[in-house]
C-alpha cells in the first residue's frame, strides 16, 4: 500500500467525521508515533511529517554515524562504512537521516494505524458531541422526528446526531409523526456506551422561557426579565416579569398586540394557558396578581412567614383554586408561598355555618383539608360539585358523599 492511498483513506474519513485539518494531523501523527514505539521500543529519533491537504506523510528516522566495531543499536546506530554507502563524507558522530516507508510497516501495521485512527476519531468525535451539547444544556433546539417509540421520541439534528425526547418530557396533548420538525429544549447530557445521550424536554418551564426570549424582543435585548416560569404543560402556565425600563410594560410587551406575540406560543404548547403577570418584591402585590383572574377581598401573611391567608368573595373563590385546583397551585410555586383560601361572605345573615360546627360528625383532618381550598363553611362545600372536591381534596367518593350528606342535612331540617 502506498502511502498516498493511506493518506486518501484518511481523508475521506475526515470529511465525513467533519474533523478540522490540525486535529485530524494530531492524530495521524499520535497512531502513527504509537506504531513507532512498538516497532522500535521508542519514537524520541523519529520525524513525522504529514500533509493531510496533499495526501502525504513522511517519516524519518535520525541515527548517529558511529565506528563499524561500536555499533550496538539498530534503531539508534548506522555503522560509518554503511552511512558512507550513501555519502562518502560522513564522519563518526555526524546524524545519518533514512526515510521509513510505509512498505517497510507489516500488514498487521496497517491494520492496527486503521483501527487506532478509527478509534480515535470516533472518540473524540464522542467527546466533542457530548461537550457541544452540555454548553447547550438550557437552549432552544429544532430537530427532525427519526423513530418514534412507545417511550420516547428519537430526533435528528442538522448533523445526524441523535437527541431523545422521553415521553415523560412531552406535553401531553404532542402529537408528532416520521419527518416532523420538533422544537425543545436540552434538559441533560449523559455519557452512553457507544455515544452522548442528549435528552430534550417540551414540559421543561426553561422551554417557555426559550420561547419568550425569542418572540419577545425586549427580553432578547435585556430590556425585560422572566423572574420565574411554572408550568402544568398542556394546561397552564405562569410567568412572572419584570422591566428595567419604566417606560416599557412588561406585560403589554410580552404580550404584544391582541395577543399577538404570546398567541404563537400557546400555538407551540398545544394551547396551554399562559398567565404573564408583572413581578413584585410586596407579597401582597404579588400573590395578589399571581392569583389572578380571582380578586381578592384581603390578605394575610402568617407569622411563619411562608403562609398567606387570602379572602375573596364566594364567586371568585373557584376562579382563585381554578380547574383541577392548576391556578392555586401554580400561584403557590411561582410566589413560593403556601396559599389558604378562605371564603369572605358579604352577606352576614346568610344562613351558614362554619365547618367547625360540624367537628362531632366530620373528622377534623378532614375539615382542615377542604378549608385548604377554600371551603370554610357549610355552604362554600355544597357550591362545589362532588367531582372537583374529590380531584381537589383526594378524598375518597365515598367520603366526599358522606360529607355533603351530613351537611346538606343541616339545611334539610
Known amino acids: 500500500m502506498k502511502s498516498s492511498d493511506l493518506i486518501q483513506s484518511f481523508a475521506e474519513f475526515k470529511d465525513q467525521k467533519n474533523i478540522d485539518r490540525e486535529t485530524m494531523k494530531e492524530i495521524l501523527e499520535d497512531v502513527f508515533r504509537a506504531i513507532l514505539v512498538k516497532n522500535y521500543g521508542s519514537d524520541e529519533n523519529y520525524d513525522v511529517i504529514i500533509n493531510v491537504d496533499k495526501g502525504d506523510f513522511e517519516i524519518y528516522r535520525i541515527l548517529e554515524v558511529v565506528a563499524d566495531e561500536d555499533f550496538t543499536d539498530e534503531n539508534r546506530q548506522i555503522p560509518l562504512s554503511k552511512a558512507r554507502l550513501a555519502a562518502d563524507d560522513y564522519e563518526v558522530g555526524e546524524e545519518y537521516t533514512e526515510e521509513i516507508k510505509v512498505e517497510q510497516f507489516a500488514r498487521r501495521n496497517i491494520l492496527a494505524i486503521r ?36 417511550r420516547e421520541i428519537v430526533l435528528r439534528d442538522d448533523e445526524e446526531n441523535e437527541l431523545f425526547l422521553p415521553k415523560s418530557e412531552q406535553i401531553p396533548s404532542d402529537h408528532f409523526r416520521k419527518g416532523d420538525s420538533v422544537r425543545a429544549v436540552v434538559d441533560r447530557v449523559e455519557v452512553g456506551r457507544s455515544s452522548p445521550l442528549v435528552f430534550v424536554s417540551r414540559t421543561s418551564p426553561r422551554f417557555l422561557e426559550c420561547l419568550m426570549e425569542l418572540e419577545v ?111 392555586i397551585k401554580l400561584a403557590s410555586e411561582l410566589t413560593g408561598y403556601k396559599i389558604d383560601v378562605f371564603r369572605d361572605s358579604d ?16 373528622e377534623p383532618w378532614i375539615i382542615e383539608v377542604l378549608k385548604g381550598v377554600g371551603c370554610d363553611t357549610a355552604r362554600s362545600v355544597l357550591k362545589m360539585s362532588p367531582e372537583f372536591l374529590i380531584q381537589r381534596t383526594d378524598l375518597e367518593e365515598e367520603t366526599i358523599n358522606e360529607v355533603l350528606q351530613i351537611l346538606q342535612r343541616e339545611f334539610d331540617e
Open 115 to 150: 483501527q487506532n485512527l478509527a478509534s480515535r476519531v470516533t472518540e473524540m468525535e464522542r467527546n466533542n458531541l457530548f461537550e457541544r451539547y452540555r454548553k447547550r444544556v438550557g437552549l432552544l433546539v429544532t430537530a427532525e422526528v427519526y423513530q418514534i417509540r412507545k
Open 217 to 327: 424582543p425586549e427580553i432578547f435585548d435585556g430590556l425585560i426579565t422572566i423572574k420565574k416560569v411554572v408550568r402544568i404543560p398542556g394546561e397552564r402556565a405562569k410567568v412572572a416579569v419584570e422591566s428595567y425600563d419604566d417606560r416599557v410594560d412588561p406585560v403589554g410587551a410580552c404580550v404584544g398586540m391582541k395577543g399577538s406575540r404570546i398567541h404563537g406560543i400557546v400555538r407551540e404548547l398545544r394551547n396551554e394557558n399562559i398567565d404573564v403577570i408583572s413581578y413584585s418584591s410586596d407579597p401582597r402585590v404579588y400573590v395578589t396578581r399571581a392569583l389572578s383572574p380571582a380578586k381578592l377581598t384581603r390578605l394575610e401573611i402568617k407569622d411563619d412567614g411562608h403562609t398567606l391567608e387570602v379572602f375573596l368573595k364566594p364567586d371568585q373563590v373557584s376562579l382563585a383554586i381554578g380547574k383541577n385546583g392548576y391556578n
Open 347 to 362: 352577606n352576614e345573615m346568610e344562613d351558614d355555618y362554619n365547618l367547625e360546627e360540624f367537628a362531632d360528625e366530620i
